[in-house]
């Protein structure tokens, strides 16, 4: 069977699986459809690119397990006329994920050269609607702020107050929060104008997020 025969294969079945674990809104399942994942997966790991499963990437990160991408998507609640700040670009697939749904994705990446890969990626696929940078995430945005909905794709030891601050009023946050040597929780924080709504979505695993931009070349 050709590669690209293949992938099409793998990825229908990917897309069943994720229909079986829970995933319900078919804009999140059509965005998952339209990305393609082999573009952001090493060449050695090319094989497992619609296996719903994490995979090493360069700078020591990962590009997370489907169902998480698919998961964190759609636990966002994202409107189409949506600005969405996305810390940690990584590979750029959850980035790409975002994009197909979203008015527009702002993307920050600490390591410079996961960045440019990402920024190739999305120019070959003709994602106009993603701006990104090279930055320290524990500072998101600020004078692209306030934003609708805040995705973060590191853990966090707790929330970080920037974070509420560039997001807006009925805005949501998706954070993974807890001790990086252990499993942390998939939180989800809704702005409210009588305080903060916090609700505990799942259990998950991240690289930790860190302070600072990289300074690997």
Known sequence: MPEGDSHVTHKIRLTMQLRHLGISDPRVLDAIERVPREY???????????????????????ISQ????????????M????RVLEI????????????HIARRVYSIERHKPLLQEAEARFRKLHLTNITSRAGDGFKGWPEAAPFDRIIVTAAAES????????????GILIIPVGPVSH??????????????ESETLLPVRFVPMVEGVSSDR
Do not use: W
């Open 183 to 196: 499993d942390q929780n998939l939180l989800r924080i809704t702005k409210k104008t009588e305080g903060l």
């Open 88 to 99: 940690g670009t990584g590979s750029g697939y959850q980035t790409a994920v975002l994009a």
């Open 79 to 82: 409107g189409e006329q949506d």
């Open 66 to 77: 489907p169902y998480i991408v698919a998961f964190m998507t759609e636990a966002l609640k």
């Open 159 to 170: 929330v970080p107050d920037v974070f509420i601050d560039q997001l807006k009023e009925g």
């Open 40 to 62: 952001f997966v090493p060449k050695t790991f090319q094989e497992h690119a619609y296996d719903n499963t994490a995979l090493p990437i360069a700078c020591g990160q990962t």
